[in-house]
């Protein structure tokens, strides 16, 4: 948020609607508000979900390592290195 747009937020009531200009700023500036809320919630949405999807990811690879058991090989390692990269650990 501009320093422009927490004045005219900030400013007093009267002020704000004193004349037919500055109604209409304050109309103007509360619109663009919404608007880039909107536009966060939105967003923040998409990432909620993305944030879902990933770690539905990272259980499943927590699962195959775990019924892989000690069992060493070059698949288990890449299970390992997956949920390393996952921030998981590379162990269960």
Known sequence: MSEITRGAIGMPFEMAMESE???????????????????LKAENETLRKDAERLQ?????????CDSAGNQPSVAT????????AMGKGGQS
Do not use: C, M, N, P
């Not at 539905?56 to 195959?64: G, M, N, R």
């Not at 390692?77 to 390393?84: E, K, P, T, V």
């Open 56 to 64: 539905s990811a990272t259980d499943f690879v927590q699962k195959l």
């Open 21 to 39: 200009l500055s109604r209409r700023q304050f109309h103007s500036i509360a619109q663009a508000l919404l608007a880039e809320r909107d536009q």
């Open 77 to 84: 390692g890449y299970l390992h290195d997956i949920l390393a």
